[in-house]
């Protein structure tokens, strides 16, 4: 919208203009908010429920199984490389697949070739999803 209102600006008139450069701004500054927000879940004894601004709720009852897998997350600034480390949890359901992510290590500078996977040891079944799987299971189990 700012683009063609920056483009149309001799054809358009000077209030539609600046109402579709505040708008154009406004959905500009809602989207750098929803980037920076972390989602986070909850889990009781049915349910588990994942949100930032709307909730999923997933019955336990409805799922078949759960996966888990990492992936790094690299990216190139200022000729420097940057890599974090990202969990993804997957929970295969009668009604579909539903997909979180969470960052497991934030993202940080990598000194050379290859040195992003290096840098992410550790023991993952203390990451957050690792304990919310076992303890869906378990409550499956009840």
């Known amino acids: 919208m700012f683009i063609i209102a920056f483009i149309k600006r001799d054809a358009i008139e000077t209030k539609v203009f600046f109402t579709l450069l ?7 500054i809602c989207w750098i908010i929803y980037l920076n927000l972390q989602g986070s879940f ?26 888990i897998c990492r992936s790094t997350k690299t990216r190139r600034k200022n000729h420097k490389k940057y890599a ?6 997957t929970f ?15 993202e940080r500078e990598c000194s050379s070739p290859g040195s992003e996977m290096s840098m992410f040891k550790g023991d993952w079944s203390v990451s957050p999803f690792w304990q919310l799987k076992r303890y869906i299971e378990e409550q499956m189990k009840l």
């Open 84 to 89: 974090k480390l990202v969990e993804w949890i």
């Open 22 to 28: 505040a708008i154009s701004l406004v959905l500009f």
């Open 92 to 106: 295969h359901c009668e009604d579909g697949d539903h997909r979180f992510a969470g960052v497991l290590v934030p």
């Open 42 to 67: 909850t889990a009781d004894d049915k349910a588990v429920t994942f949100g930032k601004f709307s909730k999923k709720r997933i019955e336990y009852s409805s799922i078949k199984s759960i996966d």
